[in-house]
């Protein structure tokens, strides 16, 4: 299984960036997809997260202004990040909990990371 994240880059404060990840390999269902974030000296931290059913969970500092959606035929998941901040700085990284035909039950997998910079 892979995660690949795309769309990251550099924006200046109060702009807009939209993050995408694509699940792919020998895939029978995935489950929970999200976003986290990791910036330089801090622990990673969940952004948000979007349950098969469609629960969807932020982190308290994103409500408002990040939304999170998923194409559930594409195993895709995408994040819409407005008013950025330079404190949303930071290593976004993909996640998911797939079940696959390789592993044979649910594990945990992370895309590579898209450095997501707020800067004027």
């Known amino acids: 299984v892979q995660l690949v994240e795309s769309g990251g880059g550099l924006v200046q404060p109060g702009g807009s960036l939209r993050l995408s990840c694509a699940a792919s390999?020998?895939?029978?269902?995935?489950?929970?997809m999200g976003w986290y974030r990791q910036a330089p000296g801090k622990q990673r931290e969940l952004v948000a997260s979007?349950?098969?059913?469609?629960?969807?969970e932020y982190a308290d500092s994103v409500k408002g202004r990040f939304t999170i959606s998923r194409d559930y035929a594409k195993n895709m998941v995408d994040l819409q990040m407005t008013s950025l901040k330079a404190e949303d700085s930071a290593v976004y990284f993909c996640?998911?909990?797939?079940?696959?035909?390789?592993?044979?039950?649910?594990?945990?997998?992370w895309g590579q990371g898209a450095q997501v910079t707020v800067s004027s």
């Open positions: 390999g020998t895939i029978i269902r995935v489950y929970t």
């Open positions: 979007i349950s098969s059913t469609q629960a969807i």
């Open positions: 996640n998911a909990d797939v079940k696959s035909f390789s592993w044979g039950q649910i594990a945990n997998w």
